[in-house]
């Protein structure tokens, strides 16, 4: 009955290689995020989706390319994968009304470029 | 802009002991806030949140935090420490103007260990 799932847990790649990162919620929401976590376990938004629209796109590289095939279900697809794309990846989701908004998170895919 | 500063990256306690950790935030309007924790390895889980109704809001494994608008504060508190709170522990605050798709902005966040 996990809530906000995550593929893969980890992730080891090469600089120069293309990889995704799949994460789909069983909550009902109606909005997805991916959050970046830096070695310095700081959070950012990368991006925001609400009903497969996206909504929030912050300063992020366009070889980061998010996709929603549905409500349930956000992807994060990274061309040229670069040494400082390693991180841990959090994928979140929310309702866009009536809770506040709180955020339910993934367990996070953690990314490392050689 | 909104923001968050987390004072004190570490904080270090005995089990039994008062748990304080500090947040002030930065928020042209009443802002919403949230406490969340992050056990090594896994997500972040929801401990509490603030949503302009009772400025002491009580979460979940006994910790509270309290709102404070005249010191734009939210620290998170607990009585009695338990070593199985060891963990890092992160304040965020969102804009309630932008409506469900809200973004949250999160402070650097506070390692709290817990020793016997």
């Known amino acids: 009955d996990t809530a906000v799932s995550q593929t893969p847990k980890y992730l080891v790649t090469q600089m120069g290689n293309d990889k995704s990162i799949k994460c789909e919620q069983n909550?009902?929401?109606?909005?997805m995020y991916w959050y970046k976590q830096d070695s310095k376990k700081f959070l950012k938004i990368m991006f925001s989706?609400?009903?497969?629209?996206?909504?929030i796109n912050e300063t992020v590289p366009n070889r980061f390319s998010p996709k929603s095939p549905d409500k349930a279900h956000l992807n994060l697809h990274i061309n040229s994968l670069e040494l400082g794309d390693s991180a841990v990846y959090f994928c979140?989701?929310?309702?866009?009304?009536?809770?506040?908004?709180?955020?339910?998170f993934g367990p996070g895919t953690r990314l490392t470029v050689t | 802009a909104q923001s968050v500063t987390q004072l004190g990256s570490h904080v270090s306690v005995s089990e039994g002991a008062l748990v304080l950790l500090r947040c002030n935030y930065s928020?042209?309007?009443?802002?919403?806030l949230f406490w969340y924790v992050q056990y090594p390895n896994q997500g972040l889980q929801l401990l509490l949140k603030?949503?302009?109704?009772?400025?002491l809001v009580k979460g979940i494994n006994g910790f509270e935090a309290e709102f404070k608008k005249s010191e734009t504060s939210f620290h998170l508190t607990k009585p009695s420490a338990h070593m199985s709170d060891a963990a890092e522990y992160f304040c965020?605050?969102?804009?309630?103007?932008?409506?469900?798709?809200?973004?949250?902005?999160f402070g650097a966040g506070t390692r709290l260990a817990v020793h016997p």
């Open positions: 603030y949503t302009s109704a009772a400025t």
């Open positions: 979140a989701s929310s309702l866009a009304t009536g809770t506040y908004y709180e955020q339910y």
């Open positions: 965020a605050v969102s804009d309630p103007r932008s409506g469900g798709y809200n973004k949250l902005i």
């Open positions: 989706y609400n009903n497969k629209e996206l909504i």
């Open positions: 909550l009902g929401h109606d909005t």
């Open positions: 928020s042209s309007v009443p802002p919403y």
